[in-house]
Structures are given as C-alpha cells and as structure tokens.
C-alpha cells in the first residue's frame, strides 16, 4: 500500500515510461480556498503564539474538495501570504502554488484518505511529545478523552516524512480523532480547522495533567473507568445543543 502511494505521488504508476505520467496543471487559486487558506495561516500561527510549536516545527491542512491546503516546507508561519497557497491533490501531487509543502505530507494524505477529516493539526508541544516517550497510551485521566475517542494511543516512532510514520499513525487514530507520536509529537484531526486545533490543545493539556499528577511522590493519579469514559462521551455529543 505504501509503495502503490508512493508510486502514484511520484508518478510512476504503470501509466507512463520514468516519470512519464504528466504533473497536472498548477492553476488558479478558488475563492474558497483563498477564505481556507487564511484561516490555515492563521490556525498555524496560533500553534506557535500558544507554544505548541518552535520555528517551523508542525504543520496545518485544510481539505477543500479534492484539494489539500498544507502549510510548506521551512517557511515561518508569518512570513506567509495570500499569494503563498500550497495545496496538492490527493495522491500529494501540486495543484497550488511553488512553495513545497511540508515534509509530512505523506502523514496528512494518510489522515485524509483513511478518515473523514476535514483539517489536520500537528504539533511538537512539549507535554505531549513527553508523553510520548513515556507510555504506549496517554492514560484515561480526564473525560475529554473522549472527545479524541478515548485512551489516545501513541504511533511507533518512524523517520518523519515517511509513509511508515504514515501508516503507524492511521493505525493509531483507529477510533480515535487524535494520537502521538513517538519521540516527535502529536497529531489531530476534525471536520474544520476549529475543531482540530481545540483537540490539538486539550491534547496537550491532558498530557500536561498527567504528567503533573504522576510526578507526585508516592501517588499514582485515579483514572476513568470505561463506563465513566462512555457517559463522558454522550454528555459531550449533547453538549451545547439547544432543546426544542
């Protein structure tokens, strides 16, 4: 599967000779991709005004149709314009713009193409990278676990960029909505740019929580039941609906 994703990417799908099937066409950037893309910048720049990033470490997408918004490779977040859309198609070939998009494309388009994400955060924030190195699961400490569907699992580590660190990390969303990953970061997706960063945060703050409850001396933290977690989980698909 890696190697037919790979193969198609590179365009070496049986449909041409070397590279021999033709790039498709860069073209003119959409109205809803320029609306999409302004919020993507910005959603990127919160990653790093809320310290869940240094630099240009992480990166944000936005599914518009078939085509994936993706922050780019080495470019701080904002140095980055209108003119600087970057979207690809969804077997990761160009469609948008010059800049290259980021490293980890192979790890969104997995997200996109397994789920029905509409948008994915991925940061390095401290708490949940040392999470990570910790546990092969964020225990269940807190209700909204279930907001990422439970238990958040951490995905094997695996060179960054590389469609093993792809499909170790679709194996770990499973019925989940977010994971780690090991020894680099976390990872988040939801219907709307909104909803994966919200998760992205209360990620790290859980993994935060943890932390501070398991370094007290002596103590080991209580954690949620699974029927706990289940009645979390309907109290929060409720949660802010209006009755009548």
């Known amino acids: 599967m890696a190697e037919r994703r790979r193969d198609e990417r590179d365009g070496r799908d049986g449909q041409g000779g070397g590279r021999g099937v033709s790039q498709p066409r860069r073209r003119d950037v959409r109205a809803e991709e320029t609306a999409a893309w ?3 910048v910005a959603t990127a720049c919160r990653t790093v005004a809320d310290g869940l990033v240094v630099g240009t470490s992480g990166n944000v997408s936005v599914r518009v149709g078939d085509t994936v918004l993706v922050t780019p490779s080495g470019v701080p977040y904002d140095r980055l314009t209108p003119d600087d859309v970057t979207g690809v198609d969804l077997l990761g070939r160009q469609v948008l713009g010059t800049l290259a998009p980021t490293s980890e494309l192979p790890m969104h388009l997995a997200i996109y193409g397994g ?16 999470v990570s190195t910790l546990v092969p699961e964020l225990p269940v400490i807190h209700y909204m676990s279930a907001a ?24 770990a969303l499973t019925g989940r909505s977010g994971c780690l990953l090991q020894n680099h970061g976390a990872i988040t997706y939801g219907t709307t740019l909104a909803q994966a960063y919200d998760r992205t945060a209360q990620l790290e703050w ?37 009755e009548g």
């Not at 951490?154 to 469609?163: F, K, L, M, S």
């Not at 935060?208 to 698909?237: F, K």
């Open 115 to 130: 789920t029905d994400a509409g948008a994915v955060v991925h940061t390095h924030a401290v708490h949940a990278t040392a």
């Open 206 to 242: 859980m993994c935060r929580l943890w932390l501070t409850a398991s370094s007290i001396p002596g103590r080991t933290p209580t954690l949620l039941s699974p029927d706990q977690l289940a009645d979390a989980g309907e109290r929060l698909r409720g949660y802010g609906r209006q």
């Open 148 to 171: 990422l569907g439970g238990a958040v699992r951490v995905a094997p580590y695996a060179a960054y960029g590389t469609d093993e660190l792809a499909e170790n990390t679709l194996r």
């Open 38 to 40: 302004r919020e993507l």
